[in-house]
Every structure is written in structure tokens, then in C-alpha cells.
């Protein structure tokens, strides 16, 4: 039997690293996923219900052994829509707990994990934010790591969804991780996504929503043709997109369909709706969340698939 790949999940969400493993059949422990929110944790557990429960936890004091390090911290701080706050150590914004993953790997003492993953919002290399990101890379240079970051979008991975976020791959080997080398996918069409089945929680009735069809700028409305934009932790305030129904209304995109958008199962979905139903007739927002501030699956498989083999011949 193969050796099991053992993954920390930080910041984990739903945990897309780890259903990303379990697509591709890699024998996979997670030995620890720190999540702060709650509703995150219950879809997370009912999805991989299988395996012990963890609890909200906070992101201190390990004494683990992964093999690969995931974290994903919250990007509204590195993002415009967050105001481009930034990322200081000892600051106050959620994207400062990327730190805190620094201090997790010093502590780990001599073994450290072979690969550490990060993934965040392109404009994490703006030049507001260029500053913080360097010295995230220098300060993983000093752990001896060997540092590589692309821009990856969902739609080069069979996803039909234009979203753009920067990988960061560190390994302790000594060599660059080559994006290049990465499988894409084709893409599959739109229509592979959609469903017919929606309520009338997502017909599109909000005003601001409609006066901005067809605009341009920040406060826009993009009807949806043959691929969907960035899906985000809301889909009902702009800038928004929306599908053309027939009749001349217009509706948002269903939270299943955003689940599918990311690259999850249908089981995976209602595996997270059973732990988080919503009531009859409204939108699940803690679903549409959960969706929108995940990482696309296929993207996480295409990377495993080039490290995972690595990690057999080291042991």
C-alpha cells in the first residue's frame, strides 16, 4: 500500500487540498485543518464524515510532521474589495495570520514539511502589496525553502470560471516548482454546470442589481454567456453576474452551482447542505461563502499530481 500523504490544512475552508487528494485516489491523513468558521467546519466534517471531527481551533503550538503545509488566509485584506489593508506582522487584518504560518514552521524545530502551499488573490503583487509578499518569500528562503509562484486561472484547468489567483509553491529540495509543467485541462462547457433547478430566492428583484446590466466599472452587472467571472462570497450585490432567463428575467447563479463552479462534487454539496440547511425559500449564504472563498479543486489535482510522486521516492 502506498504511503499515506500527510496535509495540514490551514485556513482550510472545505477543504479543496484534501478533496483534491481524494479525486485523484492518494492515500491521504490530514493530521490537523484549523478553520474559524464555524459553518466552514460543519460542511468540512460532513464532507469527509469518515474521519474524527475537528473542532474551530486556533493556529498555535503544533508539534506535527506534514508533508505538505496548505494555507489559504483570508484574502479580503490583500483584495481592492477589502481595501487593500495589507498583511504586516502584528497588525489586526485577517491576512496577517499568514504569519502565523511562518511561526508554525519555525517551531516544527528540524523536520519541516517538504512542500508549502500558498494561494491568495492576484493582487497580492500589487504594489501595495508587493512589499509583504517578498519578504513572505524571503522569510521561507531563510527556512530553506525554494520558493516559486505563478498566476493560475480555473479556466485553464477545465473550469469555465475566469479566476485568476497566485499560487505560491515552496519546496525544501532545492529546486523551483515548474508551473510549467502542469497538466491543464480542457474546458468544459458552461452548460456542464448550470441546472434548471432554482427558486424564486434567486431571481434577480434587487434594484441596484438590475440598473446596472450592461454597465461598466465597479458597480456592474455581467449576464453570464459562455463562462461564469470570479464567484464571490456573495452573488447578489454588484459587481454581480447573472444568467438571461427567457421570460426577460434575469437570476443568479444557484449555490450548487457555484459548488460546481469551484469544482466540487454534487455529493460533496449536499454532504455541506445537510450540515448547513437553509430555510425554505431564502438564499444559503453560509453555502454561497463557503464556495467563494475556496480554491478551485482542479487546480490543487494538477498540482499534486506533479508533487505527490516526489514525496514517495523520499521516503
Same mark, same amino acid.
Given at each position: 500500500?502506498?504511503?499515506?500523504?500527510?496535509? !495540514?490544512?490551514?485556513?482550510?475552508?472545505?477543504?479543496?487540498?484534501? %478533496?483534491? !487528494?481524494?479525486?485523484?485516489?492518494?492515500?491521504?491523513?490530514?493530521?490537523? &485543518?484549523?478553520?474559524? @468558521?464555524?459553518?466552514?467546519?460543519?460542511?468540512?466534517?460532513? #464532507?469527509?464524515?469518515?474521519?474524527?471531527?475537528?473542532?474551530?481551533?486556533?493556529?498555535?503550538?503544533?508539534? +506535527?510532521?506534514? @508533508? $505538505?503545509?496548505?494555507?489559504?488566509?483570508?484574502?479580503?485584506?490583500?483584495?481592492?474589495?477589502?481595501?487593500?489593508?495589507?498583511? @504586516?506582522?502584528?497588525?489586526?487584518?485577517?491576512?496577517?495570520?499568514?504569519?502565523?504560518?511562518?511561526? $508554525?514552521?519555525?517551531?516544527?524545530?528540524?523536520?519541516?514539511?517538504?512542500?508549502?502551499?500558498?494561494?491568495?488573490?492576484?493582487?497580492? !503583487?500589487?504594489?501595495?502589496?508587493?512589499?509583504?509578499?517578498?519578504?513572505?518569500?524571503?522569510?521561507?528562503?531563510?527556512?530553506?525553502?525554494?520558493?516559486?509562484?505563478?498566476?493560475?486561472?480555473?479556466?485553464?484547468?477545465?473550469?469555465?470560471?475566469?479566476?485568476?489567483?497566485?499560487?505560491?509553491?515552496?519546496?525544501?529540495?532545492?529546486?523551483?516548482?515548474?508551473?510549467?509543467?502542469?497538466?491543464?485541462?480542457?474546458?468544459?462547457?458552461?452548460?456542464?454546470?448550470?441546472?434548471?433547478?432554482?427558486?424564486?430566492?434567486?431571481?434577480?428583484?434587487?434594484?441596484?442589481?438590475?440598473?446596472?446590466?450592461?454597465?461598466?466599472?465597479?458597480?456592474?452587472?455581467?449576464?453570464?454567456?459562455? =463562462?461564469?467571472?470570479?464567484?464571490?462570497?456573495?452573488?447578489?450585490?454588484?459587481?454581480?453576474? %447573472?444568467?438571461? !432567463?427567457?421570460?426577460?428575467?434575469?437570476?443568479?447563479?444557484?449555490?450548487?452551482?457555484?459548488?460546481?463552479? #469551484?469544482?466540487?462534487?454534487?455529493?460533496?454539496?449536499?454532504?455541506? +447542505?445537510?450540515?448547513?440547511?437553509?430555510?425554505?425559500?431564502?438564499?444559503?449564504?453560509?453555502? &454561497?461563502?463557503?464556495?467563494?472563498?475556496?480554491?478551485?479543486?482542479?487546480?490543487?489535482?494538477?498540482?499534486?499530481?506533479?508533487?505527490?510522486? =516526489?514525496?514517495?521516492?523520499? =521516503?
Amino acid at each position: 500500500m502506498e504511503k499515506q500523504i500527510k496535509i !495540514l490544512e490551514l485556513f482550510g475552508g472545505i477543504g479543496s487540498p484534501r %478533496v483534491a !487528494l481524494r479525486n485523484l485516489g492518494i492515500p491521504v491523513k490530514a493530521i490537523d &485543518y484549523v478553520e474559524i @468558521d464555524e459553518k466552514a467546519v460543519r460542511s468540512y466534517n460532513a #464532507m469527509f464524515q469518515k474521519e474524527l471531527p475537528y473542532k474551530t481551533q486556533t493556529v498555535v503550538g503544533y508539534d +506535527l510532521k506534514p @508533508d $505538505i503545509l496548505i494555507h489559504g488566509s483570508p484574502c479580503q485584506d490583500f483584495s481592492i474589495a477589502g481595501h487593500q489593508k495589507g498583511a @504586516d506582522e502584528g497588525s489586526e487584518t485577517r491576512s496577517s495570520l499568514m504569519w502565523e504560518t511562518i511561526n $508554525i514552521i519555525k517551531h516544527m524545530g528540524e523536520w519541516k514539511p517538504r512542500y508549502v502551499i500558498w494561494e491568495n488573490v492576484k493582487n497580492v !503583487l500589487s504594489k501595495h502589496m508587493i512589499k509583504n509578499f517578498n519578504r513572505y518569500l524571503i522569510e521561507m528562503e531563510k527556512m530553506g525553502y525554494t520558493n516559486s509562484f505563478e498566476i493560475l486561472n480555473a479556466m485553464d484547468f477545465g473550469i469555465p470560471q475566469s479566476r485568476e489567483r497566485v499560487f505560491t509553491i515552496s519546496s525544501l529540495d532545492g529546486k523551483k516548482f515548474d508551473f510549467d509543467t502542469l497538466e491543464k485541462g480542457e474546458l468544459r462547457p458552461l452548460s456542464m454546470f448550470l441546472s434548471n433547478d432554482y427558486g424564486k430566492q434567486h431571481i434577480v428583484t434587487q434594484p441596484s442589481v438590475l440598473s446596472t446590466i450592461g454597465h461598466t466599472g465597479i458597480k456592474r452587472t455581467t449576464v453570464i454567456k459562455d =463562462h461564469v467571472y470570479t464567484i464571490t462570497t456573495r452573488q447578489d450585490r454588484t459587481p454581480a453576474q %447573472v444568467i438571461a !432567463l427567457s421570460d426577460g428575467r434575469y437570476r443568479y447563479l444557484t449555490e450548487l452551482e457555484c459548488w460546481r463552479l #469551484m469544482g466540487y462534487s454534487d455529493q460533496d454539496y449536499y454532504a455541506a +447542505l445537510k450540515a448547513n440547511p437553509n430555510k425554505e425559500g431564502k438564499k444559503n449564504t453560509a453555502l &454561497y461563502k463557503q464556495a467563494g472563498n475556496s480554491i478551485c479543486v482542479p487546480i490543487f489535482e494538477s498540482i499534486f499530481n506533479k508533487i505527490v510522486p =516526489h514525496l514517495y521516492e523520499k =521516503h
